[in-house]
Antibody, heavy 118, light 107 residues
């Protein structure tokens, strides 16, 4: 199992960022993909999940209206887009797999650093 | 949201020591409690799921226990590669929440 994420991004305040997560080594539609971000001050923050089987999503309330999660089953890739960026969104963003056995994240992407700075 | 409180926030130990990390949830999470290990610059790795189940490939010196609101992660006979930060996470209800971490340092 591997989750390979897109590279680091530098964005200006007010812009949007899209991070992708390519899955391999398992059946992509069998497991949810979650997005989690990490900062030194806030720690690990769960952002939401997408069901690659049907595209259903569920987001943490603090990101509602600002986040979108999509998937492309033809290339086994999930993506997360965050809009209206501010400096507070500077973080490492991770995708992680959920096998729906207990809600744990058994495999993680390597992380994508998003820096928001003018 | 369910608040996850880990204690201690850091500890110093020697190779061969046994260490215990505690995680308390602000309300019951049944056994939907998971533990991760993270090393600097790397993604977290799953160690224990549903409170006491060892993830594939994780050495048996790691063990978890607890249910409801109180949980522990024990590392028997610390190895050099075990010096890292450990996080608990509840998967009982969304939003999934994590503790702030416990850093295990070399004494």
């Amino acid at each position: 199992v591997q989750l390979v994420q897109s590279g680091a991004e530098l964005k200006k305040p007010g812009a949007s960022v899209r991070v992708s997560c390519k899955a391999s080594g398992y059946t992509f539609t069998d497991c949810y993909i979650h997005w989690i971000r990490q900062t030194p001050t806030q720690g690990l923050q769960w952002m939401g999940w997408i069901d690659p089987n049907n595209g259903d999503t569920h987001f943490a309330q603090q990101f509602e209206g600002r986040v979108a999660m999509t998937r492309d089953t033809s290339i086994n890739t999930a993506s997360m887009e965050l809009t209206r960026l501010t400096s507070v969104d500077t973080a490492v963003y991770y995708c992680a797999r959920d096998r729906l056995r207990g809600g744990d994240f058994d495999y993680w992407g390597q992380g994508s650093l998003v820096t928001v700075s003018s | 949201d369910i608040r996850m409180t880990q204690t201690p926030s850091s500890l110093s130990a020697s190779v061969g020591d046994s260490v215990t990390i505690t995680c308390r949830a602000s309300q019951s999470v049944s056994n939907f409690l998971n533990w991760y290990q993270q090393k600097p610059g790397k993604a977290p790795k799953l160690l224990i799921y549903t409170a006491n189940s060892l993830h594939s490939g994780v050495p048996p010196r790691f063990s978890g226990s607890g249910s409801g609101t109180d949980f522990t992660l024990t590392i028997d006979s610390l190895q050099p590669e075990d010096f890292a930060t450990y996080y608990c996470q509840q998967s009982y209800i969304d939003p999934r929440t994590f503790g702030l971490g416990t850093t295990v340092e070399i004494k």
